[in-house]
């Protein structure tokens, strides 16, 4: 399993984890298959440097963007000012939303990426042109 990204996609990324320091930042990752086609940055409404969430009125939001695009909500993306690593928190979400969970480490500037399955499992991140 992997998630494919363009340079592109990952340098806005990356630049909305650093522009959103301290705190963590957030994005809907939307595309088809494996391929992500837009991204679309949330706000992280816990303002914290340990944890993010969305309001339930921006996740509907982003949904139905995402169904008039023809496209699927295919991750998560959200920064860490710490390891790549998901944390416990992040753990208990990913295993009630499935989907493919990019991370950002702002502090190692890597990607990294998980899928909930029968335990969390490491996806591969495929950069394109
Ligand atoms: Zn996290």
């Known amino acids: 399993m992997e998630i494919s990204l363009t340079a592109g996609q990952i340098g806005e990324l990356s630049t909305l984890a650093k522009s959103s320091l301290p705190n963590e930042s957030c994005a809907f990752l939307l595309g088809k298959n494996d391929n992500v086609v837009e991204i679309l940055p949330m706000r992280n409404s816990d303002e914290s440097t340990v944890s993010f969430s969305i309001e339930p009125q921006e996740v509907l939001r982003a949904y139905d963007l995402a169904e008039s695009k023809k496209l699927h909500v295919i991750g998560i993306f959200h920064s860490h000012p710490a390891k790549p690593a998901p944390s416990s928190t992040d753990k208990r979400f990913m295993e009630i939303n499935p989907v493919v969970w990019l991370i950002y480490s702002t502090t190692e500037q890597r990607f990294r990426a998980y899928v ?9 991140v495929k950069i394109t042109a």
Do not use: F, H, P, R
Not at 116 to 122: K, L, N, P, T, V
């Open 116 to 124: 909930y399955g029968s335990d969390i499992m490491e996806v591969a």
